[in-house]
């Protein structure tokens, strides 16, 4: 599948920059990872993506790491980019470590933010799907009563107006219904062959994602190559929280000789 994608290139001397491929997560958008982007912009050629069945990229009733890493390379190739380092966040993260696998000779570094190469058991988003599910079935079309449904679900104004993000013309850009279904492949990891590419995980210091013993095993059997830092005081968004420290964090990985 061709994503719906956003392409900045260097102005000058492109054809040399590297490209860092930006992988938002679950319920989001190819702006999300936006703050991190404007970072990198003018040194790097910056592609940020819709992964399918959200944004503006096609709707599928298929959800699992396979399509989602082949649609990513699939548009990689549309657009001639052979060499890339990709950062992803959450459901974004587990995309790129799938790319690491698929494609590890077209991989110089790996970023993930805030999760482990783990079959998570708990569900986080249960209310959240209720909340999406109901104004879905409800056929309404102003967002002012797209919040006043949600509000019954989601006590977080923060997590409400991120998700409305997707609320376009009455309808969500996501869809619902398939991500409802496939949400245990979205949980979900089959283990992969140890991988040597460079690899960064920063986790979020108040954040569950990693954080037990069988995450860090997780990691240390399938990536030979990587390191972790933590970005204290930051939860599962770290990104959104502490932008200056995980910037920071990713420069000084990606910079590196």
Do not use: C
Not at 136 to 150: C, G, L, V, Y
Not at 226 to 233: A, C
């Amino acid at each position: 599948m061709l994503l719906n994608y956003q392409y900045d290139q260097v102005t000058t001397t492109s054809d040399a920059s590297p490209t860092l491929v930006l992988i938002h997560g679950l319920f989001g958008s190819l702006s999300n990872l936006g703050m991190i982007a404007r970072v990198f912009q003018g040194k790097f050629n910056i592609l940020q993506i819709d992964v399918r069945n959200h944004g503006h990229s096609a709707h599928s009733e298929e959800m699992n790491y396979l399509l989602m890493a082949s649609d990513v390379l699939e548009t990689l190739d549309h657009l001639n980019i052979q060499q890339f380092i990709v950062i992803g966040h959450s459901m974004g993260g587990k995309i790129a470590m799938k790319l690491a696998d698929l494609a590890q000779d077209r991989l110089e570094k790996v970023v993930i933010l805030d999760m482990a190469p783990f079959a998570y058991k708990q569900n986080h988003h249960d209310q959240i799907f209720k909340a999406l599910l109901a104004v879905e079935d409800a056929q309404i079309e102003s967002r002012k009563d797209a919040t006043e449904i949600m509000r019954q679900y989601l006590n977080e104004e923060m997590v409400i107006q991120f998700l409305l993000k997707s609320w376009n013309k009455g309808k969500w850009l996501f869809n619902v219904r398939t991500l409802y279904k496939d949400y245990p492949n979205i949980l979900g990891w089959d283990q992969q062959r140890t991988n040597a590419v460079p690899i960064l995980f920063i986790k979020g210091g108040n954040s569950p994602y990693l954080s037990k013993p069988e995450h860090f095993e997780a990691i240390d059997k399938q990536f030979s190559n990587h390191q972790i830092q933590v970005v204290e005081h930051a939860g599962h968004w770290l990104h959104a929280e502490k932008p200056t420290e995980v910037n920071e964090l990713i420069t000084d990985f990606i910079e590196a000789l």
